[in-house]
């Protein structure tokens, strides 16, 4: 196997180990939060308000994380810079 296919299996592989990773904790952090705000609203139903943006603002920058290891693993896939240097110096 030549250094274009090493680095485009290094590509997919560290691709998928981060889209894969990036959405497991996000989600399993959504999961807490929001089990965590039901229990808090059922205790406190008049604080429901306060809690429901408290959560929204939590999920929010859950959600950016598994963003950010998406946008990584496209960067990865479709615009790795280690491609062109390989191309570059076999070409």
Do not use: H
């Not at 999961?31 to 205790?43: E, N």
Request: proline share 3%; glycine share 12%; aromatic share 8%.
């Amino acid at each position: 196997m030549d250094n274009i296919g090493l680095i485009g299996l290094a590509s997919v592989l560290a691709a998928g180990l981060t889209i894969g990773i990036g959405a497991i904790g996000p989600a399993i952090g959504e999961g807490r939060a929001v089990a965590q705000a039901l229990a808090a609203i059922a205790q406190q139903p008049d604080e429901a308000n306060i809690l429901t943006r408290t959560l929204f603002v939590g999920l929010a920058m859950i959600e950016s994380t598994a963003i950010y290891c998406f946008v990584v693993s496209m960067i990865l896939l479709f615009a790795n810079p280690f491609w062109d240097f390989v191309i570059k110096q076999g070409g």
